[in-house]
């Protein structure tokens, strides 16, 4: 029997080759979770100046409404929950809209808000909703507190540009 003193002298050396492939494996499955989770979240926009709520604007806002409101709710790969509230406003008046706010509030069982948020749903980046006009909107809100009392949440303008 002859020994080539090289006990084990094969598994040493694949051990760098195996090493390396784990670690190129495990690097993948790291990049695809950060971006799975990243790319499944709804983003808030940047944190933008209010919008002013001028006397006549005020008066503006009884030609503004809100119809078609639906609900849902989905969630991404981390089991968070999104709910969405789409919708369409109509512009009943005389005067192009190039900008609005809105306050959206939801309530408990006992009619006290539990959560407001204030969104741009007209931004002046945006084309002007003129007279007679209709635009879809989509608002998504995370985390509903759990007290929600599951029904549509109020509307109601709290700053409007007008041309």
Do not use: C
């Not at 695809?32 to 926009?45: D, M, Q, Y």
């Not at 849902?72 to 369409?88: A, I, P, Q, R």
């Not at 998504?140 to 509307?155: C, R, S």
């Amino acid at each position: 029997m002859t020994s080539t003193g090289n006990f084990g002298g094969d598994e040493k050396r694949g051990f760098p080759a195996a090493f390396f492939a784990g670690l190129v494996v495990v690097s993948i499955v790291v990049i695809v979770f950060l971006v799975a989770t990243h790319s499944s979240k709804p983003t808030k926009p940047a944190q933008q100046p209010k919008l002013p709520f001028a006397a006549d604007a005020q008066n503006y806002a009884g030609n503004i409404h809100f119809q078609n409101l639906q609900l849902s709710e989905s969630s991404n790969m981390l089991n968070e929950k999104f709910t969405y509230l789409d919708g369409v406003i109509s512009n009943g008046g005389a005067r192009p809209i190039e900008a609005m706010e809105i306050l959206v509030q939801f309530h408990d069982p006992f009619n006290q808000v539990i959560l407001r948020e204030t969104h741009r749903v007209i931004s002046d980046s945006s084309q002007p909703l003129g007279p007679g006009q209709q635009r879809e909107f989509q608002i998504t809100f995370e985390d509903l507190p759990a007290e929600w009392n599951q029904q549509y949440p109020t509307i109601r303008v709290t700053g409007l540009v007008l041309q």
